[in-house]
Nanobody, 129 residues
Framework: QVQLVESGGGLVQGGDSLTLSCAFS????????VGWFRQAPGKEREFVGT????????YYADSVKGRFAISRDSAKNLVYLQMNSLRPEDTAVYFC??????????????????????WGQGTQVTVSS
């Protein structure tokens, strides 16, 4: 089992930047693909981006390409979501998810909710106009 805890959310103005963290416990983060998702009131949970088990090249939804960046610090068991040029439509609860991945599948991309085994509790990001 793995436990995930998101942190770093808050209230910011449009155009601001914010960095979210996803902390792992129970298992090492480098054994998992990690995805970031978000959910706004009344909407489905939406894919934001993911970083595979191996390597550092992440995959992003079109809505955040060029603005958001995912990175991992394996030594600290942390995965980050750096958000720049925030817009009011980015307002949502942001979740990190983890999927156990074998080394042979280390470069595979997972972008569906159902492909992740574990989830954090979420952290609120609110962007004012």
């Amino acid at each position: 089992q793995v436990q995930l805890v998101e942190s770093g959310g808050g209230l910011v103005q449009g155009g601001d930047s914010l960095t979210l963290s996803c902390a792992f416990s129970g298992r090492t983060a480098n054994s998992y693909a990690v995805g970031w998702f978000r959910q706004a009131p009344g909407k489905e949970r939406e894919f934001v981006g993911t970083i595979p088990r191996s390597g550092t090249t992440a995959y992003y939804a079109d809505s955040v390409k060029g603005r958001f960046a995912i990175s991992r610090d394996s030594a600290k068991n942390l995965v980050y979501l750096q958000m720049n040029s925030l817009r009011p439509e980015d307002t949502a609860v942001y979740f990190c998810g983890a999927r156990l991945v074998s080394p042979s599948n280390g470069n595979r991309i997972y972008r569906l909710n159902e492909q992740y085994d574990y989830w954090g509790q979420g952290t609120q990001v609110t962007v004012s106009s």
